[in-house]
């Protein structure tokens, strides 16, 4: 919670005005969405297989070190393209309107160890909806960190910057272990429940699968190779925990961003639902090359307002967007993937000590008065 | 071991190589026609039959079962990017020598799929298929004088038996707007001039619609001969009417393109409770469409209350039968044909 409110200069009247231009701009997308996006994705989905096929199958050789690098690279990619701009965005229900049982946010399963269903409770149905609202979006911090002023000081926040660099590197675990809300559920009370440990179970399977075929499979198939396959399967693992962690991070934790506090959201408008997105997120500026890497989520103030939009229309949506934010006053935050880094880790360190409570700043009118 | 056991797990193996997808979505980037794969055909012909009519030539995938005469079969076709499943009869003979088969769809107003196959599909296209299914075929012991009562794209199916098996005495009346408008025109004078075929066209546009009691000066012993009608709902409801009074209906075979609704039901809030969507729907629009509107993966099958491919449980509220207006209401267990029932009131159903 920041000493000022950014957006006190709204009237009510003008946040609902900026709440239907909002839903004019997903009308229009909806309305338009077709024959080329559907083209998209399909291809996206195409080239993500084709890619990883033939990385896993120069890995076979990776004895060779060129064999290794390419391999590895390639794995890399295919890991990001599947959690990032496939995975993520399948599983948000984008391209469920496309009617395609094979592409649709009920049936897909991704290369990661949280299974699907768990991830989609967890991010689309808390994350999204208590977007930075402290005690209500576990994401603020994944539980394990101080990511806002108002947040309590705890000595256990001194290691963050450490917690924050483990979780990085085994990103996905972590995601597994938030997503089963571990935290809460491991209390002697609770670990028994039949429905946290069913849950348990389906998380077991899935990294069962996950870690045989890169771990065991993957590396037998690759006879000599199988050392060196071994590394190349868990360097991909670790770029893409890194990447996918640097990209959430800049979502919501860079300087700049709001956090909410429970009651504000209590009887809250579609206005002040969109206003909360558009205050609670933080783009990444960059090519399109950079956009389609991040699965889009570079446009994360465009993902938040419209979770369900098909991510190759948020840099269209983007444009439109800002101009709100120009037209409302209000701060777009963006910049560079490694400025953006910086500041979050920056946040994640300054936090791990205590703060003073912030100062509720009161206008230099009412000062006076109160000196009087 | 035998080779099925090996190839069994050979599969495994290979399953464990491509968790979380399987083997199949890999192979189905080269080989989407190939035997095991999902079954789906792909566009090699469109040709233009009449004004707003085309046959659609279709290359089944490996796992297609064949036909008989008379059958639809299901279709899956992206239009604008959404999948969209229609049923059509299908108009080649069961013994056509390339293994093709062809369905002839005529463009209705605002149909998308029929405007979507008559006006913009492309050859290479690949489509959805499921096997060929309907009872509207011919018997197999032959029977001696047969009777074609069809009218507008009615004509599909029966063109399919004509062209599929030849029977001594054949007699066709046909219904359509305008001589233009008669799909497979040139084809049926062939048939007549080899004498295969006696055919009566009526032209609504200038006779009128067809008067079921004039079969009597038509076909003065229609009542004797085996028939198969097809057309819109008013010709299909007379004629089983006039069979019936006559006493021959177990000689008559109708087919259908679409339920005959009897009473819409009052519409109300729609809850998908496994997805968790919620969506207003109205009391005309089946909750087939209403979950496939919203996006919610819905299992289909005719779309026309028959064939039960789209049953659903109903968890709470009530929804009412379109053909017969009769409502149900949810309790455990209760299924529901999505295809013909509406809201009637708020409702939840499972998917």
């Known amino acids: 919670m920041t000493a000022i409110d950014p957006t006190a200069h709204l009237t009510a009247e003008q946040i609902e005005e900026l709440g239907r231009e909002l839903d004019a701009i997903r009308d229009e997308v909806i309305a338009s969405r077709g024959e080329k996006d559907a083209a998209y994705i399909r291809k996206v989905i195409s080239a993500q297989r084709k890619l990883e096929l033939v990385s896993r199958g120069v890995l076979l050789f990776s004895i060779f070190p060129p064999a290794w690098l390419l391999g590895t690279a390639g794995l890399s990619v295919a890991k990001i393209m599947d959690n990032m701009e496939i995975g993520h965005n399948v599983l948000h229900g984008q391209w469920d309107w496309m009617r395609d049982p094979k592409i649709h946010s009920t049936t897909w399963e991704w290369d990661h160890v949280s299974p699907s269903d768990q991830w989609k409770h967890s991010h689309n149905e808390l994350h999204h909806t208590y977007t930075n609202v402290i005690g209500k979006d576990n994401d603020l911090g994944y539980g394990i960190m101080r990511v806002d002023e108002d947040q309590k000081w705890h000595p256990f926040h001194l290691g963050q910057p450490l917690w924050n660099f483990i979780n990085a590197c085994f990103f996905e675990y972590g995601i597994a272990a938030y997503d089963l809300e571990l935290s809460k559920n491991l209390h002697k009370h609770r670990r028994k429940n039949p429905e946290f440990r069913a849950r348990a179970k389906a998380v077991g399977r899935k990294i069962r699968k996950q870690v045989l075929k890169d771990y065991v499979i993957h590396p037998l198939l690759s006879g000599p190779s199988f050392l060196p396959t071994l590394a190349a399967t868990f360097t991909a693992n670790l770029v893409r925990n890194l990447w996918s962690h640097s990209v959430i991070m800049c979502g919501h934790f860079p300087e700049g961003v709001q956090v909410f506090e429970r009651w504000s959201i209590k009887g809250e408008t579609r206005g002040q639902w969109y206003l909360r997105q558009m205050m609670g997120s933080a783009n990444i500026s960059g090519s399109k090359a950079m956009h389609f890497m991040t699965g889009n989520l570079s446009h994360q103030i465009e993902h938040h307002l419209f979770p369900d939009l098909p991510s190759n229309r948020y840099a269209e949506v983007a444009v439109k967007v800002r101009a709100l934010f120009e037209k409302y006053e209000l701060e777009y935050v963006t910049g560079p993937l490694p400025k953006q880094v910086f500041s979050a880790w920056h946040k994640v360190f300054r936090l791990s000590l205590p703060n003073k409570k912030p100062q509720v700043k009161t206008p230099a009118r009412e000062q006076e008065l109160l000196a009087a | ?351």
């Open chain 2, 1 to 351: 071991m035998t080779s099925t056991v090996l190839r069994s797990r050979a599969w495994k193996l290979l399953e464990m190589v491509t968790t979380p997808l399987l083997p199949s979505d890999y192979l189905d980037l080269v080989s989407p026609l190939r035997a095991g794969a999902d079954l789906r055909g792909r566009i090699e012909a469109v040709r233009p039959e009449t004004g707003d009519a085309a046959t659609v030539v279709i290359r089944p995938g490996r796992g297609w079962r064949g036909h008989t005469a008379g059958q639809y079969v299901r279709i899956g076709v992206d239009v604008d990017g959404v999948r969209l499943w229609r049923a059509y009869s299908i108009t080649s003979p069961t013994n056509r020598q390339d293994g093709r088969v062809t369905i002839t769809v005529k463009a209705i107003p605002d149909g998308k799929v029929s405007n979507h196959l008559v006006r913009r599909a492309k050859p290479g296209t690949l489509i959805q298929l499921d096997q060929a299914t309907g009872d509207f075929v011919l018997p197999r012991a032959k029977p001696a004088k047969v009777l074609y009562l069809t009218a507008g794209s009615g004509i599909t199916p029966v063109m399919g038996m004509l062209r599929d098996t030849e029977f001594d005495d054949v007699v066709m009346v046909h219904c359509a707007p305008q001589p233009q408008d008669v799909i497979f025109r040139s084809e049926l004078h062939d048939l007549v001039a080899d004498r295969k075929l006696r055919l009566t066209e009526v032209h609504t546009d200038t006779d009128g619609m067809l008067d079921i009691a004039r079969l009597d000066e038509l076909v003065p012993d229609w009542a004797e001969r085996e028939t198969w009608a097809c057309g819109p709902a008013g010709l299909l409801d007379a004629a089983e009417r006039h069979w019936s009074e006559h006493g021959v209906q177990e000689r008559l075979h109708t087919e259908r393109f679409r339920p005959s609704i009897v009473v819409a039901g009052d519409g109300g809030e729609v809850t998908f409770s496994a997805t968790g969507k919620t969506v207003d729907a109205d009391g005309a629009t089946p909750l087939l469409d209403v979950g496939e509107e919203a996006g919610v993966l819905m299992p289909s099958g005719c779309r026309m209350g028959i064939c039960f491919g789209c049953v659903t449980p109903l968890k709470a509220g009530a929804v009412r039968d379109l053909r017969t207006g009769e409502i149900t209401e949810a309790e455990p267990g209760v299924l529901i044909q999505t295809c013909v029932s509406v809201a009637a009131g708020p409702c939840a159903i499972e998917r």
